[in-house]
């Protein structure tokens, strides 16, 4: 079981800090929770079962795999998947199981084609752009939080990186 004001990665959300554990009446008495409060979102709140929770939520990654993690962003090719649909379903599912290897590619070939289409005065679509959103929101949301710096910081860092 998790405990108060420690930090878990959750989803689509990224990064939130677990606020309380309490018992909330959503139609089961007795059950708890977690309060869950999103780094993208300070005001927001999610509450997340406690047996379903555990499912859903992971603990973030180690200071040390940040620091290698931030390090080795430069290096990813880029991946790009032609079809849209697979295109958004291997991106959930990256972010879903956490594998930033994964992420990393993906993102990198969407910075870059984003980087392509804008030279050819092209805007980028608007599936690329959520899929860009989401991984930013939990890549750079998980990074922030171990590495205790800025999530705008963070950002400019590693797209320059990947820009490169």
């Known amino acids: 079981m998790y405990k108060i004001n420690e930090y878990v990665i959750y989803g689509m959300q990224g990064a939130c800090r677990i606020k309380d554990i309490t018992e909330v009446d959503f139609g089961e008495k007795g059950k708890l ?77 969407l910075i870059k084609r984003r980087k392509k289409r804008i030279q050819q005065g092209k805007r980028q679509t608007e599936l690329d752009d959520r899929i860009l959103r989401n991984m930013k929101k939990v890549l750079l949301g998980e990074l922030a939080v171990v590495l205790e710096r800025e999530m705008d910081s963070l950002e400019k860092e590693i797209f320059k990186q990947m820009d490169e």
């Open 33 to 109: 929770y977690y309060k869950l409060v999103p780094e993208s979102d300070k005001g927001g709140e999610i509450y997340v079962g406690v047996q379903n929770g555990e499912k859903k939520m992971r603990r973030p990654i180690t200071k040390e795999a940040a620091s290698q993690m931030l390090q080795e962003m430069g290096k990813a090719k880029g991946k790009w998947i032609l079809d849209e649909r697979e295109r958004e379903r291997v991106s959930k599912e990256a972010i879903f199981h956490g594998d930033y290897e994964e992420i990393i590619e993906i993102l990198t070939g």
